[in-house]
């Protein structure tokens, strides 16, 4: 069972442009991980965040951990093509001592 | 400082061969952890260490799948008789594990893309 939906699935965008990847759950999670992927590669850590409500930026990133702790947001301002990737948000459900949970993913494209 | 690596990077087999990966952690890191993941979807949780102790593993890593942590460094996951329903890329990830409260950040590996033909 998938605990963590992502939307969208795809998205594909104009460079410059704004946007917002969500990541839902019926559960409460300790943390989340955020995640981005190239093809034929591992997932490269982006952020962590562990309290509700929490908000970090990264450049031009930025991501937030809902109030409850079940969801979160990425946006992404002024896209670049470098952005493009495979977005993944991963839930931990006990601090430092489980797996992570992943969601399936947002394959975003940036078009230059 | 070098990260999470894993060897080989490609492995083609055919059905029924046994395979075997390595997973070298960043050094300081006690937790390792191994994940499946399949095209278009999340990484999946397999099995993970603390040290040489394996703590928990999933309903997915069936009989045919053993993984070990000998020295408490580096891992080695055995497939046995592979079927084409094992093709994947197989990733492994460290951890301080600290339960400091900061987040279990686990750090992945290039990951190990296998094809069972």
């Known amino acids: 069972t998938q605990l963590l939906e992502q939307s969208p699935q795809f998205l594909s965008i104009q460079e410059g442009e704004n946007l917002t990847v969500y990541c839902n759950s019926s559960?409460?999670?300790?943390?989340l991980q955020w995640y981005r992927q190239e093809p034929g590669e591992g997932p490269v850590l982006l952020v962590t965040v562990v309290t509700g409500g929490e908000v970090k930026k990264l450049k031009r990133l930025t991501f937030q951990f809902g109030d409850a702790r079940k969801d979160s947001s990425l946006h992404i301002t002024a896209a670049q093509p470098g952005d493009t990737g495979l977005y993944l948000c991963?839930?931990?459900?006990?601090?430092?001592?489980?797996?992570?949970?992943f969601g399936t993913g947002t394959r975003l494209t940036i078009i230059p | 400082d070098t990260g999470v690596s894993q060897d080989p990077r490609h492995k083609i087999t055919k059905r029924g061969q046994n395979v075997t990966f390595r997973c070298d952690p960043i050094s300081e890191h006690n937790r390792l952890y191994w994940y499946r993941q399949t095209l278009g979807q999340g990484p999946e949780f397999l099995t993970y260490?603390?040290?040489?102790?394996?703590?928990?593993k999933s309903r997915l890593l069936s009989d045919r799948f053993s993984a070990e942590r000998p020295k408490g460094s580096f891992s080695t996951l055995e497939i046995q008789r592979t079927e084409q329903g094992d093709s994947a890329m197989y990733l492994c990830?460290?951890?301080?594990?600290?339960?400091?409260?900061?987040?279990?950040?686990?750090?992945f590996g290039p990951g190990t893309r296998l094809t069972v033909t």
């Open positions: 990830a460290s951890s301080l594990g600290s339960g400091s409260g900061q987040g279990n950040e686990q750090y």
């Open positions: 559960s409460v999670f300790s943390s």
């Open positions: 991963a839930g931990e459900t006990n601090f430092g001592n489980e797996k992570l949970t």
């Open positions: 260490f603390q040290n040489e102790a394996q703590l928990e």
